[in-house]
């Protein structure tokens, strides 16, 4: 009896603890789980932190990349006007070079004054200076092109190849990263030939070269020509997209 009595005390010890201790041992237990769940947002945030950190170095990366794609696109475009140009102008002067021979042949019992054989020399020499020049460009030459076109350009100020060697010239300087002297070969070319039909072209060269320079006011006042004056040639739209982002 004894025995059961001593139970019983203890059975009733045991119970009064728990009623004493349960709401502490509570406590306990949910502060264990809001610090699991602490731990558990703050590795959230860290592999969030992780995930955004790797997707703006791809979107550096891809704005790297298309900004290598457009200076090709820009390159290629100029190689292919070259090309263009060229083979439009070889057969112009192909056909100008039949109608003067006709000409001559029907001169031949006039005696050549001096002053027109000096003339046929000096163009003879200004297409040969030219030639040389387009063909260093074409060779990718850059440098040499450029210094070429600049030596025509003083040696033959009134000549029909003028024009071209400013504007190709511009380009060759571009693409040589003279950028100061394309600059200012590409605004004389608008400025002179403001019909030609490279004038869009060419001011979009310009403002590249402008770009590069970090001379965003001339870059911008420059668009604006090219989004007026220009509007239709896919330049000049070009241009108006690019000042509508502004």
């Not at 728990?18 to 509570?26: K, L």
């Not at 070319?189 to 590249?208: I, K, M, Y």
């Not at 090219?226 to 982002?245: F, P």
Request: net charge neutral; charged share 25%; aromatic share 8%.
């Amino acid at each position: 009896m004894l025995f059961w009595q001593r139970g019983a005390v203890l059975l009733c010890m045991v119970l009064g603890l728990s009623a004493v201790h349960g709401p502490a041992c509570a406590g306990m237990f949910d502060d264990e789980e809001a610090r699991a769940r602490v731990e558990a947002l703050r590795k959230e945030l860290s592999q969030s932190s992780a995930t955004i950190e790797v997707l703006r170095r791809n979107q550096l990366d891809f704005a790297n990349q298309l900004e290598a794609m457009r200076a090709d696109q820009a390159k290629i475009r100029g190689q292919l006007e070259v090309l263009t140009y060229e083979l439009e102008a070889t057969q112009k002067r192909q056909k100008d070079f039949y109608v003067d021979l006709d000409n001559r042949v029907r001169k031949l019992e006039q005696p050549a004054p001096t002053a027109t054989v000096s003339a046929a020399q000096d163009e003879a020499a200004e297409a040969r200076d030219y030639e040389a020049a387009v063909a260093s460009l074409k060779a990718l030459k850059y440098k040499v092109a450029a210094d070429q076109f600049g030596a025509f350009i003083a040696t033959y100020p009134s000549s029909t190849f003028t024009a071209s060697a400013y504007y190709w010239g511009g380009y060759a300087n571009a693409q040589n990263r003279n950028h100061v002297k394309a600059v200012e070969l590409f605004g004389k070319f608008a400025a002179t030939w403001p019909a030609d039909e490279r004038v869009p072209g060419a001011l979009e060269s310009q403002v590249a070269s402008y770009d590069a320079l970090k001379d965003s006011k001339s870059a911008e006042a420059t668009l604006v020509i090219l989004a007026t004056k220009y509007a239709s040639s896919d330049a000049g739209k070009r241009a108006q997209l690019r000042l509508k982002k502004k």
